[in-house]
Each structure stands twice: as structure tokens, then as C-alpha cells.
């Protein structure tokens, strides 16, 4: 990641002084921000964003993994946060490897998290702890394979 | 008047009871709107569990953007919400556009913006008539129907389709709208308030009406945050939070208008809003009219990224050789993800786009409104008679195939 900048994004900045080790790396793409987060401080970064006052990330969006095979870690789940009375957005990110595609599960912390990590299950088999109901959402229960990764054929033979 | 339901709190509730009724609603079946199956466990009339399953529509939508080049996947956005594609080919070209970092003409964003409040209104029509057929109120469907044919002719004039337009373009947009266009929407918005009006006779002082959606599928501020709910279902109870207003794109900032909200939080409520928003959008599309320039570009300037005009493309050679690339390699942007958020008819609608700097996106994602609020009906109809599942299944207005994509 890019060296100590300064952080044009607030949110980070506190999100530094809240846990440094929480924030991996910082994106700025287009005036959207990406904060790069480990997967075992996930759970608490969440937390911590959506209960602290100051910053009221009460809203979660959308979780969107993406699958970068062949490049090793292949996925990164994108998670989409907004506050509602702040009027602001910020994307977490996580990086985890296909061999080992577990994360914690955010249900506890926004209860709308529950279908979006069924659906990043369902399509790419990442899986999350803690999560009440992970079975498949869009495909039938009987479904081999997981079809948004990217070495699953668009048509064919499987 | 309303119609008090003696509800068993919730401990008494017996769910997993032997004697307890397991229901398959759907997936056939005609209140659901689509293929939607909801399993519900029933004590009597009581339903004290209802778990809906999705994915009957499952197509693959995003699967099939990653084989597409960047202008062959608006052709799918229109099919993941068939109400209203014209607002899911917005979400996607500015999510393309973004990623580009091109500014579109102020003229083309201007009628942008007309063409997706007439959708708005058109969806809206059809979630009115279909709500009201499902609660017993046949004329309002027709009524309704009966307008949304007149949107659906401005559609078909300026883009030669009735519903899956395909009208919006990376940069602009696909054609030079006719040039009497403008008469045929003021046409239109002139007839349309008295049949708001008609609407609102038949509807919003009506006991039975009331009766069945007065404190019927409440949802709490809360509750709606929490469960991710927005659009109508989110300002229903209260919450005054609209993507036009809170983040404006295409140039939703220089437009007057209300966000319309009720406290309520129940099936009644979000009637309210749904028909004041129609009254809303009017207001937006009458401004939109005044402020789109006659002529003028309709589409941006970006040589090898946006395709140039047709006298040019017969004319200059390098016309010619842009023509032919960007039509049979597609055009590549930088690499990177942006995430665009309009506010669709169902609520907030997001794109999520990655680019690996290719022709063909690495990932194009939907955040569709209509997965996330279903996901608040049993949150709704819990605790409550079956005949009001269909009330709380209308009220949340999905798509299914935006639910499935």
C-alpha cells in the first residue's frame, strides 16, 4: 500500500486512532474511499463504525465479493457502509485467500447482513462464521460449484 | 376505521407446534408478483413463521456481464427490473461513467432525469394497480394500467421500444430524441394529475381500503435501518432518506422537489408516500421540461469511448476507425471499483463495477432494493391473519427479477 499520506477521509483518520492495526491500507478511487481491513479485525471494525456516535454507519448497503483468480489472496468482499444522518459512505475491504475463504459474520452487527452473506456463499463459497442460516439463497439447495468465480465456466461443461 | 386483529404475543406463539399448518405460497401464484414462494406456518389464520424463498428467477445476470463488453451489459440492466429499466440503465452508465471520469452533457442529463421520473411514475402505477387488485379493488387496476400505457408510448417514440429501452448509453444517450417529444410528455403530464386525483377517490378514504392496509405490515424506524429497507418501504416509517437528495447525481441538485415520508410505518403509509412521490416526479419532470436545451449534444465527446456521431463515422476516417473498435472491442476503462447509488422506484439501487483494465468488466454487481426489502416480510406479515400477507407482500413492491437478477 502507499506510504504514510495524510488521510483525506476523516473516518480513516479516526479509524487509526480507534485501531491502528485495523486499518491495512487506504484507496482513493473516483472520491470513494476503500479501507483495507485484516479479516480479524473485521468484526470489531464494524462494530466500531456502526456504534460509535461520531460516525453512525448504521446502514450497511451491500456486501460485494469479488474474485480475482488467479492472483492470490483471489477474493475481496467489499462492504458497502452509509449513515443515513451523516450523509456518508465508506467501503471496508477484506482480502482472503481461496483456500481458506472464511470470514466473520457481520449479522449481529447489521441484521440486513443476513442475505448478502447467504448470496456471497451461494455464489462465490465464502463462508462466515457465526451466521444463523448459511445455506444457499439464489441457486437450488442441490447446487454443485459456486458460479460468479471466475473458473466457473459462463457456458459448457462445468 | 381499521380493523383490530387480536395478535397472541409473541411467547405464546407456538412456533414448530404439531399442530401447526405448514402453507407453500407460491412460487405460482398470482399475488407474489413474479415467482416468489413463501412458506408460512400457521396456527389458524394466525401465521407465526413465514420464510420466503427466492431464486426462481435466477438468471445470472452479473455471471453474464463478466463475457460482456462494458456497452453490451446495459442491454441486461433492463431486464433485471422490468418496471423500471430506465432507471437501472442510469445506475449503470453513471457507474461506467465514473469509472471513466466523463461528464455527461447537461442536456442529456436533463432528459435523463425526465425519462426515469416518468418511470418512476409508470412503476409506481403498476405497483398501485397490482397492490389494490390484490386487496379487491378491480378499477384501479385498469385505471392505472390505462396510464401507464400512455409512459410506455413516450418510451416506444423516442427509443423505438415499449419497456426494455436500452435509451441510456455510456456518455449520453443512444438516440436524437424526435423533435416533437416534449408535446407528447406534456400531453401526458397535463391529463395525469386529474387521474392522481381519480386514484386518490377511489383509494385514500376508503373503508375497506383502509381496513386492509391500516396497521397492517408495520415497521418500525428502526427495524427499517437495520434490515437495510429503503426507497418508500424506509420512508414509510419516517426516515426522510432519498438518494436524489442525500447523494444528487445527474444533476438532481438543481431540481425542487419534497422527499415525502409518513410516520405510520404500515402498509397505509407507504401508500401515502408512493402516490405523493407520483405527484413529486410530476413537479421534476414539468422542471426538466423547462430546463432541457432544444438542441444540443446527447451524447459526450471521448474519442475511442463514446461512438461518434453517424455523419461523422460516413465522413472522417478516424470516425470510421473509432466506429469500428468500440463496436467490435469495446473500449477499456482504468483500472479500479466505484460503487453508484441512484434511487430507483424500489429504493436505493446500486452498481458496483470493477474494472481490471479490460473491455469486459471484472465484476458488475446490482445492490437491487427489491433483495434487500423482501428480506423485512417476515418482519412484516409475523403475528398477523394470511389475507394480510398479500397486503405486506404488494406493500414492499419487488421485482423478482430484480430479487433473483
Known amino acids: 500500500m502507499e506510504p504514510q499520506e495524510p488521510d483525506k477521509n476523516p473516518v480513516v483518520q479516526q479509524l487509526r486512532g480507534w485501531n491502528g492495526a485495523a486499518v491495512a491500507g487506504v484507496v482513493e478511487f473516483r472520491g470513494e474511499t476503500t479501507v483495507i481491513v485484516p479479516r480479524e479485525y473485521l468484526r470489531a471494525a464494524c462494530e466500531y463504525l456502526a456504534t460509535e456516535p461520531s460516525l453512525r454507519f448504521s446502514f450497511l448497503s451491500d456486501i460485494t465479493p469479488v474474485d480475482r483468480f488467479p492472483i492470490e489472496p483471489r477474493f475481496e468482499v467489499n462492504y458497502h457502509l452509509l449513515s443515513i444522518d451523516r450523509r456518508a459512505r465508506i467501503r471496508l475491504r477484506v482480502k482472503i485467500s481461496g483456500k481458506d475463504a472464511v470470514l466473520p459474520s457481520v449479522t449481529a452487527v447489521w441484521p440486513t447482513a443476513n442475505w448478502h452473506e447467504r448470496e456471497s456463499f451461494d455464489l462465490f463459497g465464502i463462508r462466515f462464521e457465526g451466521h444463523p442460516n448459511l445455506k444457499r439463497i439464489l441457486m437450488p439447495e442441490e447446487w454443485e460449484g459456486y458460479p460468479l468465480r471466475r473458473d466457473y465456466p459462463t457456458e459448457g461443461p462445468r | ?405
Request: charged fraction near 20%; hydrophobic fraction near 40%; charge should be negative.
Open chain 2, 1 to 405: 376505521m381499521t380493523v383490530t386483529v387480536e395478535t397472541p404475543p409473541a411467547t405464546t406463539r407456538n412456533i414448530g407446534n404439531a399442530q401447526n399448518m405448514v402453507l407453500n405460497m407460491g412460487p405460482q401464484h398470482p399475488s407474489t408478483h413474479g415467482v416468489l414462494r413463501v412458506i408460512l406456518e400457521l396456527d389458524g389464520e394466525i401465521v407465526l413463521k413465514a420464510e420466503p424463498v427466492i431464486g426462481y428467477l435466477h438468471t445470472g445476470i452479473e455471471k453474464s456481464a463478466e463475457s460482456k463488453t462494458y456497452s453490451q451489459v446495459i442491454t441486461l440492466t433492463d431486464r433485471i427490473d422490468y418496471l423500471a429499466p430506465l432507471s437501472n440503465n442510469l445506475g449503470y452508465c453513471l457507474a461506467v461513467e465514473k469509472l471513466l471520469d466523463l461528464e455527461v452533457p447537461k442536456r442529456a442529463q436533463y432528459i435523463r432525469v425526465l425519462l426515469t421520473e416518468l418511470t418512476r411514475i409508470g412503476s409506481h402505477l403498476v405497483w398501485l394497480g397490482t397492490h389494490a387488485i390484490d386487496l379487491g379493488a378491480m378499477s384501479v387496476f385498469l385505471y392505472c394500467f390505462r396510464e401507464r400505457e400512455e409512459i410506455l408510448k413516450i418510451f416506444e417514440y423516442l427509443s423505438g421500444q415499449r419497456m426494455m429501452t436500452s435509451y441510456f448509453r455510456v456518455g449520453g444517450l443512444a438516440l436524437e430524441p424526435p423533435p416533437d417529444w416534449l408535446e407528447r410528455v406534456r400531453r401526458f403530464i397535463d391529463a395525469f394529475p386529474a387521474h392522481i386525483d381519480e386514484y386518490e377517490d377511489l383509494l385514500t378514504q376508503n373503508r375497506i381500503w383502509m381496513g386492509r392496509t391500516q396497521g397492517v405490515g408495520i415497521l418500525s424506524a428502526a427495524d427499517a435501518i437495520a434490515m437495510g429497507c429503503s426507497g418508500p418501504l424506509l420512508r414509510g416509517s419516517g426516515v426522510a432518506y432519498d438518494v436524489r437528495k442525500a447523494f444528487p447525481y445527474s444533476s438532481y441538485d438543481e431540481f425542487d422537489f419534497n422527499v415525502q415520508t409518513h410516520t405510520a410505518g404500515d402498509c397505509y403509509a407507504r401508500y401515502v408516500v408512493r402516490v405523493a412521490e407520483m405527484r413529486e416526479s410530476l413537479k421534476i419532470v414539468r422542471q426538466a421540461m423547462d430546463k432541457v436545451p432544444p438542441t444540443g449534444p446527447f451524447r459526450a465527446e471521448m474519442p475511442g469511448i463514446i461512438p461518434p456521431a453517424r455523419e461523422e463515422m460516413k465522413t472522417s476516417i478516424e470516425g470510421l476507425i473509432y466506429h469500428f473498435k468500440i463496436f467490435t472491442e469495446g473500449f477499456a476503462p482504468p483500472p479500479g471499483e466505484v460503487y453508484q447509488v441512484i434511487e430507483s422506484p424500489r429504493g436505493e439501487l446500486g452498481f458496483f463495477v470493477a474494472s481490471d483494465g479490460s473491455a469486459k468488466p471484472l465484476r458488475v454487481k446490482v445492490r437491487a432494493p427489491s433483495f434487500v426489502n423482501l428480506q423485512s416480510l417476515p418482519k412484516l406479515c409475523e403475528g398477523r391473519l394470511i389475507a394480510d400477507v398479500v397486503a405486506c407482500i404488494g406493500t414492499t413492491d419487488i421485482v423478482l427479477g430484480e430479487v433473483d437478477r
